[in-house]
């Protein structure tokens, strides 16, 4: 009888509790089933700090082999380390890390050549059924001839592509503050800030995949309080924060105060679209600020607005040839990064538009944060579309509204907008609320709230 995977393979990879719900077996069956799927004769394997990211990898890259495929084991990496490494070399990928999930977890994120994603409509699907398959009837069928194992550093190659990519010659000197939750950017910054102008402080830098200090998360508010507290203690000029595998980045100013992905999406933005002439399409999720799209056109850039996911911007970066693309979750994703996301490229962005001023840089996003937004409000329903039908009905018909369904509902009047989604995995309704000042905003969420969370 075939295994069932449901609980761990997601929509855009695979996560679960090692070792209760995977381990090395199921590793090697994965790293089989994805040369099967991928037809690769050749991948690159990276992983995170995890207690069980090396065997897990290992095992990974050991039915890689078996399957016929030659593995390039680059080690300790961030995502989009790995990313680079997909991208340069020209090979499918796959990245051992949870991510911002606490220590039990661990998971795969795969790529094909070029770091194109592998979600549930590229191929995870068909991976999931092939170890579904090999797990009740025993390991696969090797080849006649298995691959080979090498080890590639990739660190300083992946320094230098994102160095070229930002002008930093010329920034003034800079206090930074860098929170790595002792997570991967404690490995890659002290690489990548190597000889900028930057006094560089850091925060629980040691990889530990047990993470003694605080979840690495800093979509969480109260994962940014110690970097908050330590801007402000050292005078810095602002604070940078990644998560556990240093894909995204978060952004704190010289108060302490959180500057809003959506602002930096604007920001940087902007700078890529000066680097392009002025010219070139941007892509945005629908819960970013209204100020992005306002940025991009300002800038003559055409923004496309798009689902929220990174497999849904990844694949309008690709259809439209888009230069940036930027989430509310901070995820930022470049053209000259193999459309795939960096919050390492998005930070030395930052410090290139700061050092090139001379205003702090709650100034500087100022310009970029134009409206008042509630934050994402989860609430448990039962019925949610029957929740979203109400919410609908009650809107639809007040004068000057329009509603879309591209992901979930979204309500747009003339100074504020919302948008209502059903979470995938929980009974949740997700509620984001923006209007052009505080007082709009706070009406309308609770008013949207007690139509969500009526009995």
């Known amino acids: 009888m075939a295994a069932d995977l449901s609980q761990i393979v997601k929509a ?3 996560r679960g509790v090692v070792p209760d719900q995977w381990d090395e077996t199921l590793a090697e069956q994965f790293g089989a089933a994805f040369v099967e799927v991928t037809g690769a004769d050749a991948i690159v394997v990276g992983h995170d700090m995890r207690p069980s990211s090396p065997g897990l990898s290992g095992a990974f890259a050991h ?3 078996m399957r016929g ?16 490494a997909s991208g340069s070399l020209g090979l499918p990928g796959a990245m051992f890390t949870a991510s911002h999930n606490p220590a039990q977890y661990n998971g795969i994120k795969l790529c094909r050549a070029g770091a194109a994603p592998v979600g549930q409509d590229t191929g995870l699907r068909e991976i999931r059924a092939l170890v579904e398959k090999w797990a009740g009837t025993g390991t696969p069928e090797p080849a006649a001839t298995p691959g080979t194992v090498t080890r590639h550093e990739t660190l300083p190659d992946y320094a230098a592509h994102l160095l070229s990519l930002v002008d930093l010659g010329s920034i003034r000197p800079l206090k930074v503050v860098v929170d790595a939750g002792n997570g991967m950017g404690g490995h890659t910054v002290p690489t990548v800030f190597a000889g900028l102008p930057v006094d560089l402080v850091p925060m629980y830098f040691e990889l530990d995949g047990t993470f ?10 109260k994962n940014l309080v110690d970097l908050q507290a330590r ?6 000029d602002l604070g940078l ?15 302490g105060a959180g500057v809003s992905p959506s602002a930096i999406t604007a920001l940087v933005a902007a700078r890529e679209l000066a680097r392009n002439g002025g010219k070139g399409t941007v892509i945005h999720n629908l819960i970013t600020s209204l100020s992005v799209p306002e940025v991009i056109r300002e800038n003559g850039g055409i923004p496309v607005r798009t689902r929220v996911g990174h497999s849904f911007i990844k694949a309008e970066m690709a259809e439209h040839g888009a230069i940036f693309g930027g989430e509310h979750s901070a995820h930022y994703y470049f053209r000259d990064f193999w459309n795939a996301d960096t919050g390492m490229l998005a930070a030395l962005h930052v410090l290139a538009a700061l050092g090139s001023g001379t205003g702090p840089l709650s100034e500087l996003v100022a310009q970029y944060d134009r409206y008042t937004g509630s934050g ?8 949610q579309p029957g929740r979203t039908a109400a919410v609908r009905e009650s809107f639809a018909l007040r004068d000057g509204v329009t509603t879309d369904d591209l992901d979930g509902l979204t309500v747009t009047g003339p ?8 979470s995938n995995t929980e009974p949740l309704l997700r509620l984001n609320v923006e209007a052009r000042d505080a007082q709009t905003m706070t009406v309308l969420r609770d008013e949207v709230l007690s139509l969500v969370r009526a009995s």
């Open 12 to 14: 855009y990879d695979v």
């Open 415 to 422: 100074d504020w907008w919302f948008n209502l989604r059903a």
């Open 241 to 255: 924060a990644f998560d556990g595998d240093a894909d995204r980045c978060f952004v704190v100013d010289e108060r």
């Open 231 to 236: 801007v402000v203690a050292e005078g810095a």
């Open 69 to 84: 495929a030659d593995v390039t084991l680059i080690g300790l990496c961030s995502t989009d380390q790995l990313y680079f």
């Open 63 to 65: 039915g890689a082999t």
């Open 376 to 383: 994402e409000i989860n609430s448990t329903v039962a019925d």
């Open 212 to 221: 003694p200090h605080h979840e690495a998360n800093p979509l969480d508010p």
